[in-house]
Every structure is written in C-alpha cells, then in structure tokens.
C-alpha cells in the first residue's frame, strides 16, 4: 500500500460517523444497511455517504442483496494499516 493510499484510508477513519460505521461493519463478518441504521441515529443516504468513502479508501466491501447493500470490512487493509502503525 502506497503512502496516498494510507493517507486516504486514514482520512476516511478520521470522521468520528465514519469510524463508528467502520466499527459497526468490522464486528461483523457481513452486515446489512438496515442493521447500521438500527444501531446509529442517522439516515440512510449518510450511511451510503460514508460507506462510499470507506470503500474508496478500501476498508469494506459490499455487495447487493435485493434492495439492501451488505458491507464487510477488508481485513487485508486493516492489517496493512495496523502493520504500518506498529511498525
């Protein structure tokens, strides 16, 4: 991983909404928009905000389920940047 991609991965968990989304995805091996939008007090179209911007900055996947999107988090990239942080 590249110096700009780091920095972009690290600016996207620099958003305190983003960061607890990321939360939310990474205790999870897969999970649904609606099941975010439970556990948060925001709207729908902040969630799909943020997760565009986590997923730019690679740190979760999604996927189409019906009319839902489904999010997994990257363990690749979490361990590249817990990799760069302790070493």
Request: aromatic share 6%; charged share 25%.
């Amino acid at each position: 991983m590249d110096n700009e991609s780091l920095a972009a991965a690290f600016k996207a968990l620099g958003d305190p909404t983003r960061l607890r989304i990321y939360q939310a995805i990474k205790d999870k091996d897969d999970i649904c928009a609606c099941k975010i939008l439970e556990q948060m007090d925001i709207t729908q179209p902040t969630i799909s905000h943020h997760v565009k911007q986590l997923c730019a900055a690679g740190l979760v996947s999604c996927r189409k389920d019906g009319r839902w999107m489904h999010y997994s988090a990257n363990r690749e990239t979490a361990a590249v940047l817990s990799d760069w942080i302790s070493g």
